[in-house]
């Protein structure tokens, strides 16, 4: 839960260690992982977003939106 309030308040930097906590935590949660990603993508780490999307593809292989996101990742890069 305080992944999502630092996000609401716009504290990415806060946002990005709650999560990566959190996944330490409950590292079989692939929703974690999203959020992780999510936050990532918004700061502007592509790579690690990524990479926090492909882990959570390992967790749920047909997750629709970890694709998408990470397709997007992608195709914005050169």
Do not use: F
């Not at 882990?55 to 890069?77: E, H, K």
Request: positive net charge; glycine residues 6%; aromatic residues 4%.
């Amino acid at each position: 839960h305080l992944g999502n309030v630092c996000v609401q308040r716009r504290d990415l930097d806060g946002a990005i260690a709650a999560y990566r906590e959190a996944v330490r935590l409950r590292p079989r949660e692939a929703r974690l992982l999203g959020n992780l990603g999510v936050a990532l993508r918004t700061k502007g780490d592509l790579p690690a977003a990524a990479a926090a999307y492909e882990a959570m593809l390992r967790l749920a292989p047909d997750n629709a939106v970890a694709l998408t996101n990470l397709a997007v990742i992608y195709m914005s890069q050169d």
